[in-house]
Structure formats: structure tokens, C-alpha cells
């Protein structure tokens, strides 16, 4: 059974920042590419970042200039780093293994902006 297993999510302050953890088997880390969506209420889930196993990546529109994802080889872990965080970021985020027609879930973790 494939696990993503994310952290780091919580309340923050506008223009404030947050990082973001996902944890994973070695076999999905190696051969998936890894990447990061969020939901915000009544509004379909959207790319925030992905990463591929040779370092590759792509940014939604929105988050282009504040984010960066980045991964740990050695923990199998991939990171998003979310800086001057403003309201409409705020969402459930989810962590993603993508590879072909593949694709596995986190369990996601809330991210709120708010003064």
C-alpha cells in the first residue's frame, strides 16, 4: 500500500511562510514524479508545484515567485516551501505520486491564512 504521509501545515499569518513535508517509500520517491495540489472550498483541485526524480519543476501561475518544492533523496521526503502567504492560499493541501496513469494521494493537511 502506498503511504504519503505529510506535515507542516497550520495557521499563518498574511505574508507570513510555512513549509510543507511529504514522506514516502523509497520505490514511489526513485520512479514517481512528486508534487504538491491544494483544494480550497468549492473550487477543484489545482497544481501548486511538482517535482520530477531528475530535479525538474513546475509552478501554478499562482504561486510562481513564493513557492519552491524542493526533495531529500536521502529521506525520501519532498518539501514545499510557501513564502509571503496571502488569504487565497488558503486550502487543503495534498501531497502527489505521479508516474504514467498512476497516481497516489496524502491524506492532506489544512494550510490557513488569516490575521
Known amino acids: 500500500q502506498v503511504q504519503l504521509v505529510e506535515s507542516g501545515g497550520g495557521l499563518v499569518q498574511p505574508g507570513g511562510s510555512l513549509r510543507l513535508s511529504c514522506a514516502t517509500s523509497?520505490?514511489?520517491?526513485?520512479?514517481?514524479?512528486m508534487g504538491w495540489f491544494r483544494q480550497a472550498p468549492g473550487k477543484p483541485r489545482e497544481l501548486v508545484a511538482r517535482?520530477?526524480?531528475?530535479?525538474?519543476?513546475t509552478y501554478g501561475d499562482s504561486v510562481k515567485g513564493r513557492f519552491s518544492i524542493s526533495r531529500d533523496n536521502a529521506k525520501n521526503a519532498v518539501y514545499l516551501q510557501m513564502n509571503s502567504l496571502k488569504a487565497e492560499d488558503t486550502a487543503v493541501y495534498y501531497c502527489?505520486?505521479?508516474?504514467?496513469?498512476?497516481?497516489?494521494w496524502g491524506q492532506g493537511t489544512q494550510v490557513t491564512v488569516s490575521s
Open positions: 502527489n505520486a505521479w508516474r504514467g496513469t498512476l497516481g497516489y
Open positions: 517535482i520530477s526524480s531528475t530535479g525538474s519543476t
Open positions: 523509497e520505490t514511489i520517491f526513485r520512479l514517481y514524479v
